[in-house]
C-alpha cells in the first residue's frame, strides 16, 4: 500500500523557518518525481514544487521562488521542503504529493504564519 | 504560466442527474489535464489523467474527454458519495503545474 506521511509542520512568526518532510513507503521512490501542493483554508489547491526522481529538475510557483527549496533523499524515500522568510500567506495545508499527476496523496501537515 | 479556468464554481444537481464541468486553458495543453475529487477534511483523489484515462479504481461513471484548451469531466448519474470538490489540473509544463480554482458540487 502506497502511504506518503508528512511531518514538521506547525505554528511560526513571519519571517521564520520551517522543513517539512514526508516518508514515502510502498512504492519504488526513485524514479517517480515528487511535489508539494498546498491548501489555504477554505481555499483552492496551489502546486507549492516539484522535483523529478534523481533530483536533477526542480521547479517553483513564483510565491514561493527564492524562499522555498524542495529536496529529496531517495536512500531514505523522503521528500523535503525547506521553507524560510515565510508570510502570513503561506499559512495553509501542506500535501505531498507523487507525480504530477498526483495519483497519491499524504494526509497533510499544517503549517501556520502569525505572530 | 498556463491558467486553467473552470466552470461553474458550484453546481446544485441531484441524485442520478447527469452534470458536467468545464476547464479552459489559456494555451493549448495537448492531453495533460487531470481531474481531482476533494472531499471536507480529505486530501483530493486523482479522478482522470491525460483528459479521459480513469486512475485505478474510479467508478466507470466519471468520464474525461478534450484536448488543446477545452476539456469536460462528465459524471453520468449522480451517486450521493460524488457531492464534493472537483479541480482539473494541467501538468503540460512540469515547471509550472496549475489547478482550476474548483467546482463545488452540492446537492439540490
Known amino acids: 500500500e502506497v502511504q506518503l506521511l508528512e511531518s514538521g509542520g506547525g505554528l511560526v512568526q513571519p519571517g521564520g523557518s520551517l522543513r517539512l518532510s514526508c516518508a514515502a513507503s510502498?512504492?519504488?521512490?526513485?524514479?517517480?518525481?515528487m511535489s508539494w501542493v498546498r491548501q489555504a483554508p477554505g481555499k483552492g489547491l496551489e502546486w507549492v514544487s516539484s522535483?523529478?526522481?534523481?533530483?536533477?529538475?526542480?521547479y517553483y510557483a513564483d510565491s514561493v521562488k527564492g524562499r522555498f527549496t524542495i529536496s529529496r533523499d531517495n536512500s531514505k524515500n523522503t521528500l523535503y521542503l525547506q521553507m524560510n522568510t515565510l508570510r502570513v500567506e503561506d499559512t495553509a495545508l501542506y500535501y505531498c504529493?507523487?507525480?504530477?499527476?498526483?495519483?497519491?496523496w499524504g494526509q497533510g501537515t499544517l503549517v501556520t504564519v502569525s505572530s | 504560466d498556463i491558467q486553467m479556468t473552470q466552470s461553474p464554481s458550484t453546481l446544485s444537481a441531484s441524485v442520478g442527474d447527469r452534470v458536467t464541468i468545464t476547464c479552459r486553458a489559456s494555451?493549448?495543453?495537448?492531453?495533460?489535464l487531470a481531474w481531482y475529487q476533494q472531499k471536507p477534511g480529505k486530501a483530493p483523489k486523482l479522478l482522470i489523467y491525460k483528459a479521459s484515462s480513469l486512475d485505478i479504481e474510479v467508478p466507470s461513471r466519471f468520464s474525461g474527454s478534450g484536448s488543446g484548451t477545452e476539456f469536460t469531466l462528465t459524471i453520468s448519474s449522480l451517486q450521493p458519495d460524488d457531492f464534493a470538490t472537483y479541480y482539473c489540473q494541467q501538468y503540460e509544463s512540469y515547471s509550472a503545474v496549475t489547478f482550476g480554482q474548483g467546482t463545488k458540487l452540492e446537492i439540490k
Open positions: 504529493a507523487k507525480g504530477p499527476p498526483f495519483n497519491y
Open positions: 494555451q493549448s495543453i495537448s492531453s495533460w
Open positions: 510502498g512504492f519504488t521512490f526513485s524514479p517517480y518525481a
Open positions: 522535483i523529478s526522481g534523481r533530483g536533477d529538475s526542480i
